[in-house]
């Protein structure tokens, strides 16, 4: 645990709260809280986004996915800690002292016969908000404890929340975008990682299915397409 919090812990830390001042000092807003808000929201993305790329980057190279990755779950775990400060923090960027209304429309906005926000600001807020629980979830067992008391199996499928999680980010981050008006490279920064994240776990699942249907075939079958291969 100690050789952890010096291998990954503590440069993760330094990391997070390197790029957090660093945007919350170059934001030109006057109002604190939008500039934290801010500031959060990118590593945060940034860092779920490279959890979903060890596992396709160990397939790609033919090594041993493990159930449990040390470096990966610290890097969900500081994206997590990120998300949740974030997420409470973004709470009182928009509406001072009512939350509720990033989910429901006020009473001085015209009518609306249905009273919860279909609009993109209702959308993107409540991709956000239903980030908040799987994440408090996957950081409360992304343990050693966790594992043993659940098993492999049934930790992994609950650490396969993380795809969602993702998704769920992804949609809040874009809605925000087009809401704020965002400069071009935090645009681009975004769209990035999303599709950077996207492009590996779908090569990721194409070899895992190719290998595993190669591995179904008899020997000769599998000796033609090894010789298909090295004539393209």
Excluded at 13 to 31: E, I, K, N, P
Excluded at 123 to 133: E, H, I, K, R, S
Aim: glycine share 6%; proline share 4%.
């Amino acid at each position: 645990m100690v050789r952890r919090w010096i291998r990954h812990h503590a440069p993760l830390a330094l990391l997070s709260a390197a790029s957090v001042a660093g945007l919350y000092f170059t934001r030109s807003y006057s109002d604190w809280v939008m500039r934290l808000s801010f500031s959060t929201a990118y590593p945060a993305m940034l860092l779920l986004a490279i959890t979903l790329l060890s596992g396709p980057w160990n397939v790609m190279r033919r090594h041993a996915n493990p159930v449990s990755s040390d470096l990966r779950r610290d890097l969900g775990i500081w994206a997590a800690v990120l998300a949740i400060v974030h997420t409470a923090i973004g709470q009182c960027v928009h509406l001072r002292g009512r939350p509720w209304l990033y989910y429901v429309y006020g009473p001085t906005e015209h009518h609306h016969s249905f009273p919860l926000r279909h609009d993109l600001f209702g959308f993107a807020n409540y991709t956000g908000a239903a980030c908040v629980l799987p994440i408090a979830l996957l950081l409360a067992t992304s343990n050693d404890w966790a594992l043993r008391r659940l098993g492999a199996a049934d930790w992994k499928k609950l650490q396969r929340w993380n795809y969602a999680v993702f998704a769920l980010a992804a949609a809040h981050a874009i809605g925000y975008l087009e809401i704020e008006k965002q400069r071009l490279p935090f645009v681009a920064v975004i769209v990035a990682a999303i599709m950077l994240a996207a492009a590996m776990q779908a090569v990721g699942f194409a070899l895992r299915r190719r290998r595993a249907k190669i591995a179904t075939m008899k020997p000769a079958d599998v000796r033609a397409v090894a010789g298909r291969q090295r004539e393209r």
